[in-house]
T-cell receptor, first 118, second 116 residues
């Protein structure tokens, strides 16, 4: 158990719908990362939040958005869903980073949310 | 963006034997981190081992060790005394560094089969 929790475990929805995935980081971790794992694209970085602020964006579609709340949990919102959005969505957390310097930073992954779009 | 290549889609090893999984990466950075993650059938991503690029010494975690060749941009994982529980997908990852983020860049993975 990594200490990172994600809900729900499974989500089945229809095209055009909107869903919200939730992540609670490990106690004390300030950074939250979202990744998408699909058969054709592999594991791809979506977005990184640190202490409530967006720090980096990867291959995240405009239909997707995320936020990190004051209690440090994060939500990933997926809208206008398409069949190709079906994937396993991981959240990961780490202690750092905050700014300059090269900080040792290991990301610990949650169990993932399996999204199926029908 | 940095690329990570795992050239072996599948590998097989007998129980108690040793197997090496390959990973190469492309970067112009001098400071970075490399990771191996394991993904068993449960789909949980589990950290196996981490290597800091500035360290000459190869990282070791019990039966898992790496062969880090910085000049060759190679980062292979050696699993000794393989166990049935080692069967999983193994992903090599490079940690990008920029002023704003520390995303992991993953390879496509190697599926490891362990036979009795």
């Amino acid at each position: 158990d990594s200490g990172v929790t994600q809900t729900p475990k499974h989500l089945i929805t229809a095209t055009g719908q909107r869903v919200t995935l939730r992540c609670s980081p490990r106690s004390g971790d300030l950074s939250v990362y979202w990744y998408q794992q699909s058969l054709d694209q592999g594991l791809q970085f979506l977005i990184h939040y640190y202490n409530g602020e967006e720090r980096a964006k990867g291959n995240i579609l405009e239909r997707f958005s995320a936020q990190q709340f004051p209690d440090l949990h994060s939500e990933l919102n997926l809208s206008s869903l398409e069949l190709g959005d079906s994937a396993l969505y991981f959240c990961a957390s780490s202690v750092a980073p905050s700014g300059s310097g090269f900080v040792v930073d290991t990301q610990y992954f949650g169990p993932g949310t399996r999204l199926t779009v029908l | 963006a940095q690329t990570v290549t795992q050239s072996q889609p599948e590998m097989s090893v007998q129980e108690a034997e040793t197997v090496t999984l390959s990973c190469t990466y492309d970067t112009s950075e001098s400071d970075y981190y490399l990771f191996w993650y394991k993904q068993p059938p449960s789909r949980q991503m589990i950290l196996v081992i981490r290597q800091e690029a500035y360290k000459q010494q190869n990282a070791t975690e019990n039966r898992f060790s790496v062969n880090f060749q910085k000049a060759a941009k190679s980062f292979s994982l050696k699993i000794s005394d393989s166990q049935l529980g080692d069967a999983a997908m193994y992903f090599c990852a490079y940690r990008e560094w920029s002023n704003s983020g520390y995303a992991l860049n993953f390879g496509k993975g190697t599926s490891l089969l362990v036979t009795p």
